[in-house]
């Protein structure tokens, strides 16, 4: 199993940026996959996830990205992305995707990580 993250960079406050996670090596579905980061010094955080129950799609966000941040997933790619709009200077963090179950992601402890992707935003 690989998580691919890429699209971090360096962007001004108030800007947009959209991240992307390459899944291969699973069932695309049959995961919840998530978005967390982490700052140095800090732990890692919780960022948004999407699942999948049928035919039904569930979106979960942290208060500090909710209408802000949006997770997607493209069952053809088999890619999540994130898009970020309104950037704040506290986004600032590494950026991880994380694909496991529900309880897994919600205890921060997914089966799978993705390497990290910078996102600087500039004051």
């Known amino acids: 199993v690989q998580l691919q993250a890429c699209g971090g960079g360096l962007v001004q406050a108030g800007g947009f940026l959209r991240l992307s996670c390459v899944a291969s090596g699973l069932s695309f579905r049959n995961y919840d996959m998530g978005w967390f980061r982490q700052t140095p010094g800090k732990e890692r955080e919780f960022v948004a996830r999407?699942?999948?129950?049928?035919?039904?799609?569930?979106?979960y966000y942290s208060d500090s990205v909710l209408g802000r941040f949006t997770i997607t997933g493209d069952d053809a790619k088999t890619t999540v992305y994130l898009e970020m709009n309104n950037l704040k200077p506290e986004d600032t963090a590494v950026y991880y995707c994380?694909?496991?179950?529900?309880?897994?992601?919600?205890?921060?402890?997914?089966?799978?990580w993705g390497q990290g992707t910078l996102l600087t935003v500039s004051s």
């Open positions: 999407i699942s999948w129950s049928g035919s039904a799609t569930y979106y």
């Open positions: 994380a694909a496991g179950s529900t309880s897994e992601l919600v205890m921060i402890s997914p089966h799978y």
